[in-house]
């Protein structure tokens, strides 16, 4: 099994920064990507950026551009840096792996992320 423990969120106004930070312990072999999806109130949980080992990079189009994913394959960890946050970024923010055959194997225990003035 794998295990992934989260850093990082909390309120900040809008424009800001914050920098989101997943490690994961377990069955490491198994991962092939790393990424973080995020849930709104009342909003179907979405996507935002993934990472694989080879580092091929997948961004939500709400983010590209201001947010950025990045992966230490050594360390097991993936950071998201999230520039020009706006409102609508407000959401609980889950690290998620998956296999290479795409299949989930762990989601992280999410980390509110506020942006309000």
């Known amino acids: 099994q794998v295990q992934l423990v989260e850093s990082g969120g909390g309120l900040v106004q809008p424009g800001g920064s914050l920098r989101l930070s997943c490690a994961a312990s377990g069955s490491i072999l198994s991962i092939y990507s790393m990424g973080w999806y995020r849930q709104a109130p009342g909003q179907q949980r979405e996507l935002v950026a993934d990472i694989t080992k080879g580092a091929m990079i997948n961004y939500a189009d709400s983010v590209r551009g201001r947010f950025t994913i990045s992966r230490d394959n050594a360390k097991n960890t993936i950071h998201l840096q999230m520039n020009s946050l706006k409102p609508e970024d407000t959401a609980v923010y889950y690290c998620?792996?998956?296999?290479?055959?795409?299949?989930?194997?762990?989601w992280g225990q999410g980390t509110q992320v506020t942006v309000s003035s």
């Open positions: 998620n792996t998956k296999t290479q055959w795409g299949i989930s194997t762990a």
